[in-house]
């Protein structure tokens, strides 16, 4: 029972452009949601992150959006840069413990 | 970095003996997480552990188990090694209240 769905497998976009990354999620108790980004041969490292008593969050080139009644969040990546091609998962916890973790998008940003 | 170490980074065995990985943290975190990452099915919890001899089963803890006697170690032991259980094995750890989790760089388990 996969509490935390990635459905699109792999993106690729062109340098410069938007990438949005989108991740739905089933169990209505999460209230912390995060961006993991993964790069080959390496852990998992931090991204983003959106609690439940917001809609959206900023980091820079990095956007979080969270939509609770949709049971739905994206990352949005501005403009988009080569070094971003990784993989990236998508988290989500109950108070802030033991994260479930969606099965992740390649993303591909072509120079 | 909460300086994770994972070992062995790479691993071969033979279905049926038993495998143990290891975790040390030197950050003073108190959670800690064992995952396996397979295609197409992301990062699973097998285990987690909020202190030290606490600990609880994950979404994939069947054939697993773990043990935590200090702060700065979480071992995750394979029983009896399966095929099925080949798999790149992460560990994490967290501060309770903070957002973030550290991970290791993954261990390879190759069972044969």
């Known amino acids: 029972d996969q509490q935390v769905k990635q459905n699109s497998p792999s993106l690729s976009v062109q340098e410069g452009r938007i990438s949005i990354l989108n991740c739905d999620y089933t169990?209505?108790?999460?209230?912390?949601f995060l961006w993991y980004k993964k790069y080959p041969a390496e852990g998992p490292t931090f991204l983003i992150s959106?609690?439940?008593?917001?809609d959206k969050n900023e980091d820079g080139r990095f956007t979080v959006f969270l939509n609770k009644s949709a049971k739905h969040l994206s990352l949005h990546i501005v403009p988009s840069q080569p070094g971003d091609s990784a993989v990236y998962f998508c988290?989500?916890?109950?108070?802030?413990?033991?994260?479930?973790f969606g099965a992740g998008t390649r993303l591909t940003v072509k120079p | 970095d909460a300086g994770i170490t994972q070992s062995p980074r790479h691993k071969v065995t033979e279905t049926g003996t038993p495998v143990t990985l290891r975790c040390h943290q030197t950050?003073?975190?108190?959670?800690m997480y064992w995952y396996r990452q397979d295609p197409g099915h992301g990062l699973r919890l097998i285990h987690y552990s909020y202190g030290v001899k606490d600990t609880d089963k994950g979404e994939v803890s069947d054939g697993y188990s773990v043990s935590r006697s200090k702060t700065e170690d979480f071992l995750l032991t394979l029983e009896s090694a399966t095929s099925s259980q080949t798999s790149v094995y992460f560990c994490a750890t967290q501060e309770p209240g903070d957002s973030e989790a550290f991970f290791g760089q993954g261990t390879r388990l190759t069972v044969v």
């Open positions: 959106i609690s439940s008593i917001k």
């Open positions: 169990n209505s108790m999460f209230d912390y």
């Open positions: 988290a989500a916890s109950e108070r802030n413990n033991d994260m479930r």
């Open positions: 950050e003073n975190h108190r959670y």
